[in-house]
């Protein structure tokens, strides 16, 4: 079982550079999140989808943009990539109802230079 | 505003002794909250939940609401879990999840 998916593990950008990180899960789970993981600190919500169409802000929204055109997909846009978005970060699915647990990805390492 | 408190960054503990991972919350109404454990090179994963009720790897947590605590305790630690494990709190009410900035365990031999 895949589980959650994420693509690229690991990718340098330029400041000013656009790139979408990948993330899909193969559970048919309602509930898809991003998170960011800064050195040193928990994960922050960037933004989270309760279904195919339906998307909210986390914690974290500025500089991102995600989209939700199927149940398995939730892919999260950079446009103008910044030093500050140097992270990891972490896409994550949960069942039909929001009080369950969470599947994370494996990660992915961004650097912004 | 909810949030989710680890107060220590790292816990260092010999194998066999008693080991105990802090977690504070604070949130209005009735909260979910879980502990995940990332071990080296893997992904984060669910540890236990309060709703469970369950013992896992030796592991507990009890809700504590009165304290508004939700500590994880293992009598006879094993260097096996060494990780960094996080709180998180969500509720049924609301779709988010938040983590705290987790506790790295090391356990020495």
């Known amino acids: 079982n895949a589980g959650v998916t994420q693509t690229p593990k690991f990718r340098i950008l330029k400041i000013g550079q656009s790139m979408t990180l990948q993330c899909t899960q193969d559970m048919n789970h309602n509930y898809m999140y991003w998170y960011r993981q800064d050195p040193g600190m928990g994960l922050k919500l960037i933004y989270y989808?309760?279904?195919?169409?339906?998307?909210d802000k986390g914690e974290v929204p500025n500089g991102y943009n995600v989209s939700r055109s199927t149940t398995e997909d939730f892919p999260l846009r950079l446009e103008l990539a910044a030093p500050s978005q140097t992270s990891v970060y972490f896409c994550a699915s949960s069942g039909h109802v929001s009080d369950q647990p969470q599947h994370f990805g494996d990660g992915t390492r961004l650097s912004i230079l | 505003a909810q949030r989710v408190t680890q107060p220590e960054k790292l816990l260092s503990v010999f194998k066999g002794a008693p080991v105990e991972l802090k977690c504070n919350y604070s949130y209005s109404g009735s909260p979910e909250l879980f502990w995940y454990v990332q071990y080296s090179r893997q992904r984060l994963q669910l540890l236990l939940r309060?709703?469970s009720r369950e013992s896992i790897k030796g592991f507990t947590a009890d809700l504590n609401k009165g304290e508004t605590s939700f500590h994880l305790k293992k009598p006879f630690a094993q260097e096996e879990d060494s990780a960094m494990y996080y709180c998180?709190?969500?509720?049924?009410?609301?779709?988010?999840?938040?983590f705290g900035s987790g506790t790295k365990l090391n356990v020495k031999p």
């Open positions: 998180a709190l969500t509720s049924r009410n609301f779709n988010k999840f938040y």
């Open positions: 309060h709703i």
């Open positions: 989808s309760v279904g195919a169409g339906i998307t």
